[in-house]
């Protein structure tokens, strides 16, 4: 079974980083848009950033821009999210997903997304 691991959450203060990182278990996965969400407690799920299959376009919720960076490494088969200036309100559990319908666009909603990890708690304290 195709699995995304993520990995890199825990535990900071305001203004610190932190970068997140999702494997995918086949290679695959480097052919399909990917894309970082997250869901705080009582809310719903929300997109983060999102990163197309070529690599090439990458679109921001406006929460994350100027703070975070999206990339991918096709070698690793892993995705990345680099978070930066980290605000109390970045707190939530973060999920990686891939999007398998790679002839549309990529979109930062969340019922795009076919394949979902288990998640990575990101805590920021102020």
């Known amino acids: 079974q195709v699995r995304l691991v993520e990995s890199g959450g825990g535990s900071v203060q305001a203004g610190g980083s932190l970068r997140l990182s999702c494997a995918a278990s086949?290679?695959?996965?480097?052919?399909?848009?990917m894309g970082w969400f997250r869901q705080a407690p009582g809310k719903e799920r929300e997109g983060v950033s999102v990163?197309?299959?070529?690599?090439?376009?990458?679109e921001y919720a406006d929460s994350g821009k100027g703070r975070f960076t999206i990339s991918r490494d096709n070698a690793k088969n892993t995705l990345y999210l680099q978070m930066t200036s980290l605000k109390s309100e970045d707190t939530a559990m973060y999920y990686c997903?891939?999007?398998?319908?790679?002839?549309?666009?990529?979109?930062?909603?969340?019922?795009?997304?076919?394949?979902w990890g288990q998640g990575t708690q990101v805590t920021v304290s102020s």
């Open positions: 997903a891939a999007d398998r319908e790679i002839w549309r666009r990529v979109t930062l909603s969340p019922t795009e997304y076919d394949d």
């Open positions: 086949e290679a695959t996965y480097n052919t399909y848009h």
């Open positions: 990163l197309d299959s070529g690599g090439w376009a990458a």
